[in-house]
């Protein structure tokens, strides 16, 4: 069977966006959702909607109110002629939900509307008296909100090969990028001098490693290396001459795995000793005819777009939130009645592969987390009381 790839949110939509057809976008969310705290409704077409948009039963009431956000909105009352932000219709909201007498409906007007941070929904923002609070589109309209940020200014400047570059932001950090809609892969390739395992990492056959730019930031890619249907990465800690160090606990944990009873005698497999990276990911030096690269040294992009193509003319946007829309509530405050309905949520990065715990695949996505000879993730039995067994992303196999 046909594994996803790592990164769930390279997976790109035929528009290079990924409407929300499903839970909210951050875990907190999700678990409100499937609760029934915060109500989906009938999301922005899709194969995957129908099922969705049917399990919301229901009337709609009439709206006491409507407010109006737009995507250069900066009014405070939220009127047709003064719409507001997204921030500022959220905070209209809450001046108006403590005793609602019918539906609070915000309507978002045509245009992306970029978030500078996740739409995070508390018992603040809940309806009242059976009454919910509706964000959805204004008639007509298809409002995108979106953690991305749009990559400007580009120069030629590396004639030669086509390089364009475009100077960004140094708090930018993502890993992906979307041209027209069209998510472009990043600088990779096989690796170019012969590597051979050694300890914490690899000894190259020669010292051009060394002279690549920004070594913490290169990617070593492992498909298949902890059985046939992984693909782990790691991220290289530094290049000294020809020694290669890997970061640390990725390495440990794709080469050297805890073994619980529980799995025995099928152990989830180590990579192998004579493995090698069947690719190498985010080194500039690698970076071919419709790749890009993020240095995050010189806070540029670098991008080599087809020929004669000029990316000043295209709409790129680099995903920078990992989380666009969140719940959080308790049992005295709980998030309820909001129903989100029509909206496209898009661009959206997951950075946790890029750091020190890398993506030490198990399997199906599931992960290794941080140093495994404290307390080995999946490894105890069930507990009590619940939650004393780090199970971190590792499923528990059976009782003891």
Known sequence: MPRPHTDRTHTAHPR????????LVGLSAGVLLLAGLVAPEAAVASPAAPALAQATSGSQARPSQVLHAAPRGGGSRCSAS????????????????????????????????RLDEPLDLT?????????????????????????????????????????????????????????????????????????????????????????????????????????SWSESRCRVKD?????????????????????????????????????????????????HPGQWYPDTTRHTVSYIPPA???????????PVLQTLVSGHGTLDKPVHDIVLRGLTFADAT???????????????????TGDQKV?????????VPAGTCPFGANAQDRPP
């Not at 004669?308 to 680099?318: Q, S, W």
């Open 16 to 23: 290079g966006r990924r409407p929300w057809t499903g839970p």
């Open 82 to 113: 003064r719409p507001c932000s997204v921030e500022g219709a959220q905070k209209r909201v809450r001046a108006l939900n403590d005793d609602l007498k019918g539906d609070l409906v915000v309507e978002l007007a045509n245009g992306t509307y």
């Open 123 to 227: 018992s603040a923002d809940s309806g009242s008296n059976g009454h919910r609070v509706v964000w959805q589109p204004a008639p007509g309209a298809h409002p995108v909100l979106s953690g991305g940020r749009a990559i400007t200014g580009w120069q030629k400047t590396d004639p030669a090969r086509g390089i364009w570059t475009a100077e960004v932001p140094a708090s930018l950090r993502t890993r992906q990028l979307y041209v027209d809609g069209k998510r472009i892969p990043v600088a990779q390739g096989p690796a170019p001098v012969d590597l051979t395992r050694s300890a914490g990492g690899y000894t190259a056959a020669d010292s051009t490693y060394a002279k690549w730019r920004n070594p913490s930031d290169v990617e070593f890619v492992f498909t298949g290396g902890n059985g």
């Open 239 to 287: 290049i000294r001459g020809t020694r290669l160090t890997m970061r640390r606990p990725c390495w440990d944990n794709v080469t050297d795995r805890p073994k619980p009873p529980a799995q025995a005698p099928s152990y989830f497999p180590d990579l192998a000793a004579d493995a090698k990276p069947t690719r190498i990911e985010n080194a500039y030096e690698l970076l």
């Open 308 to 318: 004669g193509t000029d990316p000043n003319h295209a709409d790129v946007e680099a």
């Open 350 to 368: 997951w950075l946790d592969p890029s750091g020190d715990n890398g993506f030490a695949e198990i399997q199906a996505n599931v992960r290794i």
């Open 375 to 383: 307390k080995p993730q999946g490894t105890c039995g069930f507990t």
